[in-house]
């Protein structure tokens, strides 16, 4: 059944990019803007809604963390800045034998689509850093669906729609390393949810999710895609 994907959705960190846990270092820098104590109970409880959301939009995550919007937006630009500085100083690198599969992938005359739950400024730091501008013909992050992240369907519909690679859901596969991306790929119907146990999130995790297929990494998903 899955020799008939046309398109694939692929998350960046956790499942493409291997960021070596960036995200709670830049969450440091947020939660001192909003002058959230290191080492307290608030700090605590945040810094465990972030591990437990990995995947979702990063200022979804900040809008439920500090309530109004202007302090989400605060400590979104505070995330996003840091986490830039620390992308910039080379501590990220791809997940070993990610490049190659998503060319192995397109070579098969698939489409191949590259989403994440970071603002656009944040994205492209990642793809200068790694080379990848090049790499797949599409990029999206949440504000390119109209401001949805996972786990809403919006970013792989908008794939499809910005592509037209597939003429049906089921032709599309997702891939990520979170139960948000599972989501987001079953509701958005598509045929292959394969969660990846290189990021957040494990295999039972995935599989409650909804993932059809859960591998060691993305390396392996052109074998199942045949």
């Given at each position: 059944?899955?020799?008939?994907?046309?398109?694939?959705?692929?998350?960046?960190?956790?499942?493409?990019?291997?960021?070596?846990?960036?995200?709670?270092?830049?969450?440091?820098?947020?939660?001192?803007?909003?002058?959230?104590?290191?080492?307290?109970?608030?700090?605590?409880?945040?810094?465990?809604?972030?591990?437990?959301?990995?995947?979702?939009?990063?200022?979804?995550?900040?809008?439920?963390?500090?309530?109004?919007?202007?302090?989400?937006?605060?400590a979104n630009a505070a995330f996003e800045k840091a986490y830039g500085e620390l992308v910039?100083?080379?501590?990220?690198?791809?997940?070993?034998?990610?490049?190659?599969?998503?060319?192995?992938?397109?070579?098969?005359?698939?489409?191949?689509?590259?989403?994440?739950?970071?603002?656009?400024?944040?994205?492209?730091?990642?793809?200068?850093?790694?080379?990848?501008?090049?790499?797949?013909?599409?990029?999206?992050?949440?504000?390119?669906?109209?401001?949805?992240?996972?786990?809403?369907?919006?970013?792989?519909?908008?794939?499809?729609?910005?592509?037209?690679?597939?003429?049906?859901?089921?032709?599309?596969?997702?891939?990520?390393?979170?139960?948000?991306?599972?989501?987001?790929?079953?509701?958005?119907?598509?045929?292959?949810?394969?969660?990846?146990?290189?990021?957040?999130?494990?295999?039972?995790?995935?599989?409650?999710?909804?993932?059809?297929?859960?591998?060691?990494?993305?390396?392996?998903?052109?074998?199942?895609?045949?």
């Amino acid at each position: 059944m899955t020799t008939d994907i046309r398109l694939v959705v692929l998350d960046m960190a956790g499942t493409t990019v291997a960021d070596g846990g960036l995200v709670e270092r830049a969450f440091e820098a947020a939660a001192r803007e909003l002058g959230v104590e290191p080492g307290s109970p608030d700090h605590a409880d945040k810094l465990a809604y972030v591990r437990a959301t990995m995947g979702e939009s990063k200022i979804s995550v900040f809008r439920h963390l500090f309530g109004d919007e202007t302090a989400a937006r605060r400590a979104n630009a505070a995330f996003e800045k840091a986490y830039g500085e620390l992308v910039d100083g080379g501590l990220i690198a791809p997940v070993p034998g990610a490049r190659e599969a998503v060319e192995e992938i397109r070579g098969t005359g698939r489409t191949v689509v590259l989403t994440t739950g970071f603002a656009r400024v944040t994205q492209d730091a990642i793809l200068d850093a790694l080379g990848w501008r090049d790499l797949v013909p599409l990029t999206l992050c949440p504000a390119d669906a109209g401001g949805r992240g996972r786990p809403y369907p919006d970013m792989v519909l908008t794939a499809l729609l910005r592509t037209g690679a597939a003429d049906d859901v089921r032709q599309i596969a997702v891939a990520g390393d979170t139960s948000y991306d599972m989501l987001s790929g079953v509701r958005a119907g598509a045929g292959v949810v394969a969660g990846v146990l290189t990021g957040a999130h494990d295999a039972d995790a995935l599989r409650a999710a909804g993932a059809t297929h859960v591998l060691d990494s993305v390396a392996q998903l052109p074998e199942v895609l045949g």
